[in-house]
């Protein structure tokens, strides 16, 4: 009984957190020149200048939030800039994309000891990109503070994006994912802080850990943080870290990671 009851309370709370998240992310789709459509939704930073240039944040969904209510996707990680102290201390723009059933955001087998980087960005990733370039030219973004984020299959996505497109991102935080390893050093000037569950049955941590390798080899100084007992829910615990934000947030292009985490990382 206390278990369901704990269940129970998780679910509303989750439920609440999604209803808050929905009101304020504006609900969105994008249309491309082809006809090709993405849902996404988009948080916009209290008090708004257009004088003034804003970060942005996209946030990648995992495979439970794929869809097309343009709701889903707001679950995970969408919360944690509603915080009142986080928009407050982080004004940015927030965009979380929706992958359609049956797509993922990069066509690679998750639960493979390995994968090969396709040859093309997926059709839903390829969209995310065409939106990222769409978005500065209604409102005032900083294209040097361009972040990126995702968990579970948004993690596999967020890798895809850093090597695919190197240099167009300011700092990446891949949760519970995993990428081609032999592409990973296209990424060795990006700042990156990694998280990972080492009993994760879903998504091996040998996934995260070496592209992490191989990025140290060379040459870069990515974070890593690899948890214990987590399972595949790396995540709740990753985007509650204490100075995840200030180290995101920090971070432009073209500087380097200078920022002094007081945290051990792998």
């Not at 167009?168 to 592409?183: E, K, L």
């Not at 995101?248 to 292009?253: E, I």
Request: net charge positive; glycine share 10%.
């Amino acid at each position: 009984m206390k278990i369901q009851w704990i269940l129970s309370m998780a679910a509303l709370l989750m439920a609440a957190g999604v209803k808050l998240a929905a009101a304020e992310y504006e609900a969105r789709v994008y249309t491309n020149a082809a006809g090709a459509t993405l849902p996404y939704r988009l948080l916009i930073p209290e008090g708004y200048q257009p004088g003034q240039k804003y970060p942005l944040v996209v946030f990648l969904h995992g495979a439970g939030e794929r869809g097309a209510d343009n709701r889903a996707q707001l679950v995970h990680g969408a919360p944690l800039f509603l915080q009142p102290e986080v928009r407050a201390k982080f004004p940015c723009f927030v965009v979380a994309p929706q992958c359609p059933e049956g797509k993922r955001w990069v066509e690679i087998d998750w639960s493979a000891e390995s994968g090969v980087q396709p040859a093309q960005p997926s059709d839903p990733l390829g969209l995310v990109v065409e939106l990222l370039l769409n978005l500065p030219r209604q409102y005032s973004i900083d294209s040097q503070r361009v972040y990126a984020t995702g968990l579970s299959m948004g993690g596999f996505g967020t890798w895809d994006l850093i090597t695919r497109y190197p240099g167009r991102f300011a700092a990446a935080v891949p949760i519970c994912g995993g990428g081609d390893d032999q592409v990973a050093a296209k990424a060795v000037k990006t700042p990156i802080w990694a998280f990972h569950s080492s009993d994760d049955s879903v998504v091996k941590v040998t996934r995260t850990r070496a592209m992490i390798d191989a990025l140290r080899k060379a040459g870069a100084q990515p974070r890593y943080t690899e948890y214990t007992g987590l399972g595949h829910n790396s995540w709740g615990k990753a985007y509650a870290e204490p100075e995840l934000l200030p180290w995101l947030f920090s971070q432009h292009l073209p500087k380097r990671d200078a920022y002094p985490l007081k945290g051990a990382s792998r």
